[in-house]
């Protein structure tokens, strides 16, 4: 490990840890995330173990109540700093939704289980993992533009000033400035690069929206139509 004791006082040495937790989140020395995905794996999965053991005494309904509750809530939490997840993590995360939705439709047969998932997902109108990162940093974006925000998360990011030699169009406002470039990857997960990169791409109709409730159902609309015309890497 890189990671050296530290003399706070000469009896009193400080020794470094690989990863800690933090409101429920684990931070690793190397800021991949890895620890905390696999933690939020571990925790899904013993959910769903203990479902599948009352899973035909539920109702459609009811099953999807508790997939939300004891799945969902753990792959939303904290994933606004899933910004520069790996693929390899990103399926993972989709791994553990897949099953939480063949939990729901009673999917028991190992053959069924090779099928397609995408179907199910789109009939729970569950929004695929990466979809729901980009969803999450998105509305945050949101409320730091219409002070909906804590200031110093708002103060990470700057509305782009649309260019004079440019012809003015719609689309030109309400843009955020891009920073440069960062040498890591792992830095391209911050809010500040984040941010940015997931706003712009955003349609104008919904980057001019002030009522947060329009943007978010104009939002998940928006990501949900994407997701399910590639949603070839969810099986």
């Avoid at 925790?43 to 969902?72: A, E, F, P």
């Avoid at 792959?75 to 993590?89: K, M, R, V």
């Avoid at 569950?126 to 909906?148: E, G, H, M, S």
């Avoid at 440019?166 to 500040?192: H, I, M, Q, V, W």
């Amino acid at each position: 490990s890189p990671l050296k004791v530290i003399a706070v006082h000469e009896k009193i040495p400080l020794e470094p840890e690989l990863k800690a937790k933090n409101l429920g989140f684990v931070f690793d020395h190397q800021m991949n995330l890895d620890d905390e995905v696999t933690a939020t794996i571990q925790v899904c999965n013993m959910n769903l173990r203990n479902l599948w053991k009352i899973g035909k005494h539920l109702s459609h309904d009811l099953k999807v109540q508790l997939v939300h509750s004891s799945v969902l809530f753990f792959l939303d939490y904290c994933n606004s700093a899933y910004g520069s997840l790996t693929e390899a993590n990103i399926r993972k995360l989709q791994k553990a939704q897949n099953d939480a939705a063949r939990f729901v439709f009673g999917i028991y047969d190992y053959k069924a289980k090779r099928q397609p998932v995408s179907p199910l997902l789109k009939k729970l109108h569950f929004l695929p993992v990466r979809y729901r990162i980009d969803y999450k940093i998105a509305l945050l974006t949101f409320k730091c533009l219409n002070n909906l925000a804590p200031q110093y998360l708002a103060s990470l990011i700057t509305v782009r000033e649309p260019s004079r030699r440019a012809s003015r169009l719609n689309d030109d406002y309400y843009l955020l400035s891009r920073p440069e470039k960062p040498n890591f990857r792992r830095t391209e997960g911050a809010f500040c690069h984040a941010a940015p990169r997931i706003w712009n791409n955003l349609p104008y109709r919904l980057r001019c929206l002030t009522d947060i409730n329009m943007f978010k159902n104009g939002l998940k609309t928006y990501l949900f139509n994407i997701a399910f015309e590639n949603s070839g890497d969810l099986v």
